[in-house]
């Protein structure tokens, strides 16, 4: 598969969520634009109306919010969040300050995700919060507050949305808050949106929205004078977070991919992503609200060793993207992920194993080392938006990838596969089958030298497991022994070289015995469908030219071009002849013609995946052509169809 195309970003889900509740609480009425749809805005447009708050569509993801300037109308309500985490948090604390009565409730695994430290926090500022289930976690039923005290403590270290809840709510108290944040912040990023969109709104907090540079994330004072004034109007930024599957897409898949909506200049830290897929290797140019990534020069990524602190949730790309590495990459301070909307470390390790992977995961930390192959497979997302979208990516190693689940996308991104089919096109493929000595492997050569295509002989494939068998002592009619061998044998191409087992093979694989031998075996049902997969994994963007005899029919059926490559069996023991001379080695063109011939009934009448003219395949026969003029007609009908 390759990537190539363009795609408009849905907005940033934490803007989104932050620029409703904040419109929500301000005075006068705001106009949200580029809003992300999703489940979990639906949640909090859901809220906010329960609440009271007026909040109308204009179409075009654009709504009217009319402020309640922080008294929300309706004073008792039950509200459902879903999984929203970044709706449950906020409006915890904003409702906890508000002086009414909720029930907040999620889906069972919100109940999972821990608010007892945001729930500790309110309650030092007299906040009244009973858990309606286990001690720690939602449901919540909140009565109103009896506002006491000016400072509190508050846990950074598990999630930032315990901040950012606190920070949004503490205008409501109409007093000087100040806060200490225990334990090292993580996420810092998503706190500087919850600042950036508080400025917005006219509210500051000293010294972190004033003060440029490195900052003290220890301390810092909600002054009690501000509220919360509407702009008139707000755009939501394009999701950072969401550019991260494209970015990736783009690296791996060859691009170029361009995503607009976010860009150099943005309040999200996931735009950092981009920093670190640049630092594996994908060429990347930003402008001010878009960016646009080529993959590495070299083709394959570089793997790297990571603190993702600045970019939790696009950090979970980048462990999908280690599949496509050139060795191992480990992804440190992600302890977040343990509890999110699954614990991610886990997930991630249990489907990362599934496609090939070898995978250790800790507390805080995953070290991804890559499978020679990735392998098909169905794909679990626990009810985990990111698991679907990063795992589509899986699908760039050739072997396909079954994604279950997949609307769970819809929490942040309901038309994500959409998006991704329309930058996604398979690989082409030129396939070319023939008889022996057709002149197919050469042509197929040069057409892939041509094109810039990767080439695949499949006919080697054949030829060297024929060798393997033989030194190993197995006997060439011995289907089961042999499929195994086809699934054991280390078999590697680079350049023009091939290797078995880790030996460099010579000559002795285009001799005719070699030939003679991979026609047998490679007549055995069994023995074809082991080296299906190999021969598919060669399918790699930006193309690939391959032949052999079932290339059409069988092994790449979906190819753009199919040419059955022929000429009269004089013909080619002629240019056997010729080419075992030139390699020095002794030849007679009677045996040879013979020798054709016989392979020719063999690989034409077998029972598999016989040698014919596939359907959709067209004739070229060389016998009247050289080299170049063979190679300047498949170019021609490539361009035809192109
Ligand atoms: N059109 C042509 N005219 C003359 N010689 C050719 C032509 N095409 C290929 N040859 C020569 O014929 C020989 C056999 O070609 P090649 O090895 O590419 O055939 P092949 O079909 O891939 O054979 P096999 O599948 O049996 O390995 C080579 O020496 C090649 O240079
Ligand atoms: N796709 C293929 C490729 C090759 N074979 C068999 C048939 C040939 O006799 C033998 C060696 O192939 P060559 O190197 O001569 O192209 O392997 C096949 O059945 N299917």
Redo the contacts with the bound molecule.
């Keep these: 598969m390759s990537a190539r195309g363009t795609v408009r970003l849905p907005g940033s889900k934490s803007i989104s969520n932050r620029v409703l509740l904040l419109a929500a609480l301000a005075q006068g009425t705001t106009t949200v634009r580029d809003l992300l749809h999703s489940d979990d805005t639906e949640r909090m447009l859901d809220a906010l109306r329960t609440l009271g708050v007026v909040v109308e569509s204009l179409g075009d993801n654009a709504y009217r919010v009319t402020g309640c300037g922080g008294n929300f109308p309706v004073k008792q309500a039950k509200l459902f969040l879903g999984n929203a985490g970044t709706a449950f948090r906020p409006l915890t604390a904003a409702l906890a300050l508000s002086g009414g009565s909720y029930e907040l409730s999620g889906v069972p695994r919100m109940h999972e995700r821990p608010i007892g430290d945001l729930v500790d926090a309110l309650r030092q500022l007299g906040a009244d919060i009973r858990y309606l289930g286990n001690e720690g976690f939602p449901p919540l039923q909140i009565s109103p507050a009896k506002l006491v005290g000016d400072t509190v403590k508050v846990r950074g270290d598990v999630s930032s949305q315990f901040l950012t809840g606190l920070l949004m709510a503490l205008p409501l108290t109409g007093k000087a808050v100040n806060i200490e944040v225990v334990g090292e912040l993580i996420s810092k990023p998503y706190i500087k949106i919850t600042l950036a969109m508080m400025a917005h709104f006219g509210v500051k907090v000293w010294p972190w929205s004033i003060v440029e540079g490195e900052l003290d994330w220890q301390h810092c004072v909600v002054p009690g004078v501000q509220r919360y004034q509407s702009p008139d109007t707000i755009y939501v930024e394009g999701d950072a977070s969401s550019a991260s599957y494209f970015l990736a897409a783009g690296a791996i898949g060859g691009g170029p991919v361009r995503i607009e909506g976010v860009g150099r200049v943005s309040v999200q830290g996931d735009v950092r992503f981009a920093d670190e897929l640049s630092r594996m290797g994908a060429r990347i140019e930003k402008g001010e609200n878009w960016m646009e990534v080529h993959a590495p020069a070299s083709g394959k990524l570089k793997a790297i060793d990571l603190d993702c602190n600045h970019i939790p949730d696009a950090a979970m790309t980048l462990a999908v993207a280690a599949l496509f590495a050139d060795g191992t990459t480990r992804l440190s301070n992600i302890a977040s992920w343990r509890v999110k909307e699954t614990d991610r470390i886990a997930a991630m390790a249990t489907e990362l194993r599934k496609v090939g992977a070898t995978v250790e995961e800790g507390a805080d930390y995953i070290r991804i080392t890559p499978p020679a192959r990735i392998k098909h497979a169905a794909i679990d997302t626990y009810d985990d938006h990111r698991m679907a979208m990063c795992f589509s990516l899986a699908a760039f190693g050739g072997a396909g990838v079954r994604i279950n689940d997949p609307k769970c996308v819809a929490k942040t991104f309901p038309e994500y596969f959409a998006e991704f089919a329309k930058v996604t096109q398979a690989v082409p493929v030129i396939a070319i089958d ?12 040069r057409v892939a030298t041509a094109l810039g295509m990767h080439y695949l ?1 499949s ?1 080697a494939l054949y030829r060297l497991l024929g060798l393997a068998a033989q030194k190993r002592g197995i006997a060439l009619e011995a289907e089961d022994k042999l499929a195994e061998l086809a699934g054991q044998v280390d078999i590697r191409f680079e350049g023009e070289g091939i290797w078995l087992d880790g030996v460099k093979v010579g000559d002795e694989l ?1 001799t005719e015995e070699a ?1 003679a031998a991979a026609s047998r075996i490679a007549a055995l049902p069994k023995v074809r469908a082991a080296l299906l997969d190999k021969q598919r994994a060669f399918r790699r963007a930006p193309g690939l030219v391959a ?2 005899r079932d290339m059409a029919s069988v092994v790449f059926p979906d190819s753009v071009l199919k040419i059955f ?1 022929t ?1 009269s069996a004089e ?2 023991a002629e ?2 002849y ?2 075992l001379k ?1 390699k020095g080695m002794s030849a007679n063109i009677a045996a040879l013609l013979q020798d054709i011939r016989a ?1 020719d009934e063999r690989d034409t009448q077998r029972s598999v995946a016989p040698l014919q003219q596939a359907q959709g395949a067209s004739l070229l026969d ?1 016998t009247p ?3 170049e ?2 190679v300047q007609e498949v170019l021609s009908r490539y361009r035809a169809v192109k």
């Design positions: 023939g008889p022996s000595a057709s002149g197919k492997g050469t042509v197929a050569q002989d006919g285009r030939g032949d052999g490559l000429a013909a080619r240019r056997r010729k080419q030139e392979r060389t052509l050289n080299i003029q063979a």
